[in-house]
C-alpha cells in the first residue's frame, strides 16, 4: 500500500504520516528533508539560491547528513522552499522519491506533491491542512520548546510566505489531488488527526 500525505507547512503531516506508517508497518519518507538537505549544501557550499544551475548542483547531497539539526532550522527551510521553485532541483529529487515509493510492500510518503507528481497511482492519498493561525501557533509553540526567542506575528508571516511560494509556483505546486481525502486539523488534537487518518487509510480510497 502506498500512502501519500500532502499538505502546507506546519500542517501536521510529517506526525500523521509517521504514525500512519508505524500502524501500517510501512517505511516512510519524510520527502522536505531532500530539499532542505539541498539547501544546507547549497549553505555550506556557499552556493547561490538565487541560481536554479546552482541549486541543482546542490541535490548531490550524499555527503549530508539527513539527522543534522540544523535540517529543521527555520534558515534551512526558508532557503528550501525557495531553491523548490526549480524544476531543476525537483526532477533531479524525483527518482528518489519514486523509487521509495514503489519499493516492494508499500510506503509512506510526506510532502507536497506526493499525490500529484511522486505517486499519483497512491492507494490512499491524505491532504492535512489547518488554519495559517493554528499553524503558526504550532511552529511558535515548538520553537519556543527549543528554546529559540520567537515572535508569533513573524512565524505566521513567514507561514504566509511558504504558503504563497510552496502554492504559487509553476513546478508541482502544493495543491490537493482530486482523489485526495481532505483532513483539516485546525480544531484536532494530534491523537484525534492520527485516529481520522488511520480510519481513512483503512479504507483505501482506490483499488490497488
Ligand atoms: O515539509 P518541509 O517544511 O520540510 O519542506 C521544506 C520545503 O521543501 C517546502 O517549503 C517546500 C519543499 N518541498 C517540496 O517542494 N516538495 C516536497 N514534496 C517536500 C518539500
Do not use: W
Not at 510526506?110 to 511522486?118: F, S
Amino acid at each position: 500500500m502506498i500512502i501519500a500525505v500532502d499538505g502546507p507547512a506546519a500542517s501536521g503531516k510529517g506526525t500523521i504520516a509517521k504514525a500512519l506508517a508505524r500502524h501500517f508497518r510501512l517505511p516512510h519518507m519524510d520527502t522536505g528533508v531532500l530539499y532542505r538537505a539541498t539547501a544546507l549544501n547549497l549553505l555550506q557550499t556557499g552556493g547561490d539560491p538565487d541560481s536554479e544551475f546552482s541549486a541543482a548542483r546542490a541535490t548531490d547531497i550524499a555527503q549530508i547528513d539527513l539527522d543534522d539539526p540544523e535540517l529543521k532550522s527555520e534558515t534551512v527551510g526558508g532557503i528550501a522552499s525557495r531553491i523548490s521553485v526549480y524544476p531543476l532541483v525537483r526532477q533531479a529529487l524525483l527518482e528518489r522519491q519514486r523509487r521509495f515509493a514503489d519499493q516492494v510492500g508499500g510506503a509512506v510518503l510526506d510532502g507536497r506533491d506526493i499525490g500529484t507528481v511522486i505517486a499519483p497511482h497512491a492507494d490512499v492519498k491524505l491532504f492535512v491542512t489547518a488554519s495559517p493561525e493554528a499553524r503558526a501557533e504550532r511552529r511558535f509553540m515548538e520553537l519556543k520548546r527549543l528554546g529559540l526567542n520567537v515572535h508569533l506575528p513573524d512565524v505566521l508571516a513567514d507561514i504566509r510566505a511558504r504558503d504563497q511560494r510552496d502554492t504559487g509556483r509553476g513546478a508541482a505546486p502544493l495543491c490537493q489531488a482530486e482523489d485526495a481525502v481532505l483532513l483539516d486539523t485546525s480544531e484536532m488534537s494530534v491523537e484525534q488527526a492520527i485516529a481520522t487518518a488511520i480510519e481513512v487509510a483503512g479504507r483505501p480510497t482506490r483499488q490497488s
